[in-house]
């Protein structure tokens, strides 16, 4: 069908006017194309005086003045019958195409991040010894490392690194010690190990010390108690604390654990805070301050365009890995439940390129343990049989059966409850192979990551370890709302 921006005659008819003997052509003509779309007009003319009528009304309607309505998708013809005679008409076929749905455009994600606005901040450092806790996680939107950008903007003297060091290149429990960093020059001092708190001699060398590190959102990962130890050092030597804020991985919305017994306070969990506390490195930073009396000169440098709600991958940020066995987001949703495992024989996937999402030993029976916890129906997770070879660590090179963890609603998961779930249900299937380790000793590691002793002793059903749970996760919403940073909403 060809189509033109004026179409002329499709049918012509001859009309004999009384009294002449000239033929007059009758011909519809169109201001547009043929085709219309459902729900939108064409108009019809005619050189002459016609009844309008539509072949197939359910298509496209006409009326008298001739303009068409589309209605549905389909060809229909569309009639001019001269009013003086009805054996004289034209037609013209008329296509109605579906709407095109409108598709808007992708909202953008801007976020910004604490050293991404150091520009505005510059006068925090003027004329000022600057040092910076960090690693490879601390570097800006274009993937600049902050050592290198304070290193341009500011007088950085020091470099402070957290466990796994500097570079992130270390497995959990290395030392690191004390070397030069060979880009910039500048020393690097340990504050993992033997030194958690800088020393005297390090705070003298600086005016302000800053931190710009990926934490994971869990309590018992030890980056945030490099920054309290350094807040700590900054109250007491006279010191300002500079937090250059990040996302919370795992969001900024839910949170949920039970609260640390301070029997149980170590360097995987110092404060009594839960599991999974929903709230950004700053955030923690001004909790830590004045809820545990801290007390120091502490500024927190703010996202712009984050919001709660968001979860890492939400921000279009890259990813950097925070530590040798935490690839990925996935790994932050699971990370504050299972991390228990840590302290059972059982293997928490390190040494696998899914650690923390599986679970299991050489002794599981991976279908009976699936379907066990399947049977749970707790809210967002689905567990898979898994089989998997740790290539390090516990059941090295040996093959494990156990579970994958699958989070199927991320708004609904919740992490702590499962991972305990997961313990509970373990040790009750298989209660002559799973144990805890050192469990005899009060300190022992699953004392120390669950904050308590009583999954230890196991003085508590599964229902009631869910009630502690909501409980704790309550009494902690009420303290932390008091130090959020950041909404939900846009504008606010």
Not at 59 to 76: C, R
Not at 271 to 284: A, D, N, W
Not at 362 to 370: M, S
Request: glycine content about 8%; some cysteine; hydrophobic content about 40%.
């Amino acid at each position: 069908m060809f189509r033109f921006k004026k179409l002329f005659l499709v049918f012509v008819a001859t009309l004999v006017i009384t009294g002449c003997s000239e033929v007059t052509e009758l011909s519809i003509t169109v201001q547009s194309d043929q085709t219309v779309s459902v729900g939108s007009q064409i108009q019809l003319e005619s050189n002459l005086d016609v009844f309008w009528s539509s072949a197939n009304p359910t298509i496209a309607s006409i009326d008298e003045q001739g303009m068409v309505q589309g209605i549905a998708e389909g060809v229909v013809a569309m009639r001019a019958t001269l009013k003086t005679d009805a054996e004289i008409f034209a037609t013209l076929e008329i296509t109605v195409i579906p709407v095109e749905p409108i598709i808007p455009e992708p909202e953008t994600v801007e976020v910004f991040l604490g050293i991404d606005r150091i520009d505005e901040n510059l006068s925090l450092f003027e004329g000022k010894r600057v040092g910076l806790i960090t690693n490879q996680t601390g570097f800006n939107r274009d993937l600049v490392s902050t050592i290198d950008v304070l290193n341009e903007k500011v007088n950085l003297v020091a470099l402070f690194a957290p466990e796994h060091g500097i570079r992130g290149d270390l497995q959990a429990g290395s030392n690191v010690s004390s070397y030069v960093d060979e880009k910039t020059g500048i020393t690097v001092y340990s504050l993992y190990g033997s030194t958690q708190k800088p020393t005297a001699e390090m705070m003298a060398l600086i005016d302000v010390l800053c931190i710009d590190i990926q934490d994971a959102g869990a309590r018992f990962y030890t980056y945030v108690y490099t920054m309290a130890y350094a807040m700590k050092a900054c109250q007491e030597f006279g010191k300002q604390m500079v937090v250059f804020d990040r996302p919370n991985p795992a969001g900024g919305t839910n949170y949920e654990g039970n609260i640390l017994d301070l029997a149980y306070s170590s360097f995987i969990g110092k404060y009594p805070i839960v599991q999974r506390h929903g709230m950004t490195i700053g955030e923690l930073a001004g909790l830590f301050n004045t809820e545990y009396g801290i007390g120091c000169d502490l500024e927190v440098i703010l996202m712009e365009g984050w919001e709660r709600d968001m979860y890492y991958d939400d921000t279009k940020l890259p990813w950097v890995v925070p530590s040798p066995n935490f690839p990925s987001v996935d790994t932050a949703l699971v990370y504050p439940g299972t991390c228990i495992f840590e302290g059972t024989n059982m293997s928490e996937g390190r040494g696998t390129t899914t650690p923390f999402q599986v679970t299991g030993a050489p002794f599981i029976d991976a279908d009976k343990y699936a379907q066990a916890l399947n049977d749970l129906e707790l809210p967002g997770v689905t567990f898979r049989p898994a089989y998997f070879t740790p290539t390090f660590s516990k059941h090295a090179n040996v093959l494990c059966n156990g579970v994958q963890v699958h989070v199927t609603d991320r708004e609904t998961f919740m992490a702590v409850k499962t991972g305990w779930a997961m313990l509970e249900v373990a040790r009750t299937l298989f209660p002559n192979d799973v144990s805890i380790l050192n469990g005899t000793q009060d300190r022992c590691m699953l004392n120390l990551l669950t904050g308590n002793r009583y999954l230890n002793d196991r003085t508590y059903s599964l229902e009631e370890q869910f009630a502690i749970l909501l409980q704790d996760t309550a009494a902690f919403g009420v303290i932390r709302e008091n130090y959020l940073l950041y909404s939900s909403e846009i504008g606010e």
